[in-house]
């Protein structure tokens, strides 16, 4: 959009009629976003409420055919155009309020536009960002209505009020207005990921890697594997089987990675022959595995040990209790080697990686009964609970499932101040 342009549409803001003004009058802080028209464009102001009832306004935007424009309050009070096009900011840190979330009034003005048919309501919670990506690519609504609207992400720069922004896809070919050739996808590929397009990106790099293999195969690899290209490989590795093979052994029955990672690193520690599909692809793989866990030792050493106490005191932040549960670190090597044994899961494998934290073993405990096994939890570094096991990999109950929730909400606050300590750092 011209300069010219822009000057000339800070002119042409629409008033806001009293109807609308009324629904911003109040008490308490809150933020709201007017949208209106006049003519062809969309227009948007952006209203920041005091605690006590004022009004203010922050800044203003224009969504039209040929680009849109921010604009924000200058130092003599008028307004200016900003060079940082972004989500509108309602309050500074400085002030101690950072919520910038808002409502948006008279949603209705959209359908009035020339950004009519933006599919909005389809995208992620970045309006202002959605609607400055379709002034500049109008064929994001190909994606939108076809299933790919997940190829249009939202994410923000950091913890703690930092910026949001949208991020695409960089296989999105923006240049095309034709969606098999926005996606680079031919017509039975388009029609195989029928709703399978969460894969997209994955089969893509499937794609590739294999360029000989069937789509229908390639779907079925990315399905399983998503981007673990290496762990792939080690598979492949392992047994000497086809991709292909490997993953439709793990579809058909229903296993996990982890665990038929953990089930090679016991048939490598038994000295079994991998490339014999009797043992890499066993009819009864739970079975198989349970019984290889109670025959592998998983002996902890003294350096092992030593690693483990010097990391308890790190780890006590993410110990946590609620309601009648409780989650605890293991106190030594020996009491996660017991843990597999009474619970007959793989929990004694992952060990020497607690110890060295590279992740992190949790114990679930009943409140009155701390000492005696009930579910062992896997927390990456960064966060993410990998799995929770009971006794033979049972199914978590109603009670645990509240617990974790609880866990995933204490753990998203611990390891958000840990990161910004670090960043501060």
């Known amino acids: 959009m ?16 009293s109807a609308l003004m009324d629904k911003m009058k109040g008490k308490y802080a809150g933020n709201y976003v007017v949208l209106l028209t006049n003519g062809n464009e969309l227009f948007a102001r952006c209203f920041h ?48 309020y950072t919520d910038n979330s808002y409502m948006v009034l008279n949603p209705g003005a959209v359908e009035k536009s020339c950004v009519k048919y933006c599919c909005y309501d389809k995208a992620p919670d970045l309006l202002f960002e959605y609607l400055h990506l379709y002034c500049k690519h109008p064929n994001v609504e190909y994606l939108m209505k076809s299933g790919y609207a997940h190829l249009i992400t939202a994410r923000c720069t950091g913890w703690y009020g930092g910026t949001n922004y949208l991020e695409t896809s960089k296989l999105i ?153 409780l989650i605890r670190q293991p106190e030594s090597m020996q009491e996660i080697i017991d843990e597999g044994k009474a619970l007959y899961h793989c929990v004694g494998g992952y060990a020497e990686r607690h110890a060295k934290g590279k992740l992190h073993i949790m114990f679930i405990r009943k409140v009155d009964k701390p000492d005696v096994p009930y579910y062992t939890v896997e927390v990456c570094t960064d966060g993410r609970i990998n799995q929770v096991r009971g006794l033979r990999n049972c199914r978590t109950t109603p009670e645990v499932d509240a617990f974790i929730k609880a866990y995933k909400e204490y753990l998203a606050g611990v390891i958000g101040k840990k990161q910004k300590a670090r960043k501060t750092a």
């Open 2 to 17: 011209r300069q010219a342009r822009k000057d000339a549409l800070l002119h042409s803001f629409p008033v806001i009629p």
């Open 49 to 96: 409420r005091y605690f006590g009832g004022q009004l203010v306004e922050r800044q203003r935007y224009v969504f039209a055919t040929d680009g849109s424009v921010r604009y924000g309050l200058s130092d003599t009070g008028g307004w200016k155009i900003l060079k940082e096009f972004r989500e509108p900011v309602f309050s500074q840190r400085v002030y101690g």
């Open 173 to 325: 070919n923006w240049k095309s207005n034709n969606l098999l050739k926005m996606l680079s996808l031919n017509r039975d590929e388009f029609k195989l990921l029928a709703g399978n397009e969460k894969h997209y990106e994955a089969y893509i790099m499937w794609r590739e890697v294999f360029p000989k293999i069937k789509p229908a195969d390639l779907l079925m690899i990315a399905a399983e594997f998503g981007y673990e290209r290496g762990t792939m490989q080690r598979f492949c590795a392992a047994t000497g089987l086809m991709p292909q093979r490997i993953s439709r052994y793990l579809k058909e029955h229903n296993v996990q990675k982890y665990e038929y990672s953990d089930y090679l690193d016991q048939c490598r520690k038994l000295r079994y022959d991998m490339h014999d599909t009797a043992i890499s692809m066993p009819h009864d793989f739970q079975g198989i595995h349970t019984r290889l866990t109670a025959i592998v030792k998983y002996n902890a050493t003294k350096e092992m040990q030593e690693q483990l106490a010097q990391r308890m005191e790190e780890r006590k932040p993410l110990e946590f209790a609620f309601g009648t549960l």
